[in-house]
């Protein structure tokens, strides 16, 4: 909005001409959305804690350090998303049609994961509603935004899957590329819900792949840099970087509130989210496979998860102590602490380890 209104007025205000800058943009954005968090946080938990009574359940069958947890608030993903969603309408290009489709799917993974914690917390259980209609939901909604995506994309490439270390590559997918972006997309929203089970530990990797793929967003919009750089050049997509920033920024504000001992969590509402929205940029910037290592913490836990069921169905024996792996190492010993640090550490290697594929062509 802010940026629409600066072009409108630019000719009498000559410093306007800064809102036509993405880099500031984004900055602008990351603040507002920490600001507006930082803001109306309190409001928001003190709201939260009220309707909620007893919180958000606890597994009866997970680390003993975890039932003094008991009582705490979930759904805190209303606040991150909140602040998201203010200051990218103020900030983003509105003809950006990258930037609507993102949206799209970040609200609404993010009512499919608020209607889930609304049913663990008035039924008083772990257990939300039937997978199967969920996952149905959620790729009904990234189906969509993959064919937008391919319908505001310049062909072949809006199509087809980009290999990262080769610059020449394209794999054609044709109409195959609405299920294969879905269930990228997908994969990205239900990982990051897997690895939200501690105090900090999602948030923290959330923005550094939210930072990752905004510089990836940016230089992939920009002509010059992803000449340069040997990287498809995605036209619009630039604007992506700015509602990058403004999860970074809602992450600042949110994990104020997130860090041990946590005064609420973030739920499936923030967590399918967040994931969905780093997932959708993925694909709209055509580095889907570098997702694979930027998010590469995430995807460990979802393959601990799907290790450890498929081995109890097959043998009756637990790979693991206990899925997601970061419990599993709870029970080996580690505290909390440890695990959620170690984790950023992990997860810090794995954006440099992203982001060096944009040069090594």
Not at 114 to 138: C, Q, W
Not at 255 to 281: E, K, Q, R, V
Not at 336 to 357: C, H, K, P
Request: charge should be positive; charged fraction near 10%.
């Amino acid at each position: 909005m802010l940026y629409y209104l600066s072009q409108e007025l630019v000719g009498d205000i000559s410093a306007l001409n800064l809102f036509r800058y993405t880099t500031f943009r984004t900055g602008a954005a990351l603040v507002t959305a920490a600001f507006f968090v930082f803001l109306f946080g309190p409001r928001m938990i003190s709201a939260l804690r009220i309707r909620q009574g007893k919180g958000q359940p606890i597994r009866a069958d997970g680390p003993e350090t975890h039932f003094i947890k008991a009582g705490t608030p979930t759904m805190g993903g209303l606040m991150i998303l909140s602040g998201v969603v203010v200051s990218s309408l103020l900030w983003t290009n509105p003809r950006s049609s990258y930037v609507w489709v993102v949206l799209l799917v970040t609200l609404g993974f993010g009512a499919i994961g608020f209607y889930d914690d609304y049913l663990k917390v008035t039924r008083a259980t772990h257990k939300g509603f039937s997978g199967r209609m969920r996952l149905g939901l959620e790729f009904l909604i990234a189906g969509i935004a993959c064919f937008a995506i391919m319908q505001t994309g310049e062909t072949p490439l809006s199509s087809s899957l980009a290999l990262p270390f080769f610059k020449d590559i394209l794999i054609p997918l044709g109409w195959l590329f609405i299920p294969f972006g879905a269930f990228i997309i997908v994969g990205a929203g239900n990982a990051v819900n897997l690895t939200d089970g501690l105090d900090g530990l999602a948030i923290v990797p959330v923005m550094i792949a939210s930072a990752s793929f905004g510089l990836i967003a940016y230089l992939a919009g920009n002509f010059v840099f992803s000449e340069y750089l040997q990287i498809h050049f995605v036209q619009g997509t630039g604007e992506l970087a700015v509602l990058c920033g403004a999860v970074i920024g809602a992450g600042l504000g949110f994990l104020w509130f997130n860090a041990p001992p946590a005064a609420i969590f973030m739920g499936d509402t923030g967590s399918l989210a967040l994931g969905g929205m780093i997932g959708t940029t993925a694909v709209a910037t055509k580095h889907e496979i570098v997702l694979a290592i930027i998010g590469g913490l995430f995807v460990m836990e979802a393959l601990s998860v799907i290790i450890q069921v498929g081995s109890f169905k097959l043998t009756g024996k637990r790979v693991f102590r206990m899925a997601p792996i970061h419990h599993h190492f709870e029970k080996k010993g580690w505290t909390e602490s440890q695990v959620v640090i170690r984790f950023w550490i992990i997860a810090v290697m794995l954006a440099l380890a992203g982001l060096s594929t944009l040069k090594l062509r």
